[in-house]
């Protein structure tokens, strides 16, 4: 079992920044990659990015050079900054762990929210 909670959602202005912030507990040692899903009202759930067990990384088009997906030295923590905020990007944050023996569409978060509004 991997547990996974979200923090560093808000309400911040159009142009402006957000740093989420994902903390994994329990069989880290499964954990093949981790990312970060959104969801806005109505609409599908998304990848945004996410970064694998050799740190490399992959963005959603819509986020390629806006967001940038990190992680600390022991792994265990996943970092999304947020840059130039849109009110597009209005959703539902979820993290995500992809780890061996885990169920087929991984782990995932409680969700933290994003409000992009002036």
């Known amino acids: 079992q991997v547990r996974l909670v979200e923090s560093g959602g808000g309400l911040v202005q159009p142009g402006g920044s957000l740093r989420l912030s994902c903390v994994a507990s329990g069989s880290i040692f499964r954990i093949n990659a981790m990312g970060w899903y959104r969801q806005a009202p109505g609409k599908q759930r998304e990848l945004v990015a996410d970064?694998?067990?050799?740190?490399?990384?992959n963005y959603a088009d819509s986020m390629k050079g806006r967001f940038t997906i990190s992680r600390d030295n022991s792994k265990t923590t996943v970092y999304l900054q947020m840059n130039s905020l849109k009110a597009e990007d209005t959703a539902v944050y979820y993290c995500?762990?992809?780890?061996?023996?885990?169920?087929?569409?991984?782990?995932w978060g409680q969700g933290t929210q994003v409000t992009v509004s002036s």
């Open positions: 995500n762990a992809a780890a061996d023996g885990g169920p087929s569409d991984g782990y």
């Open positions: 970064i694998n067990r050799i740190g490399r990384t």
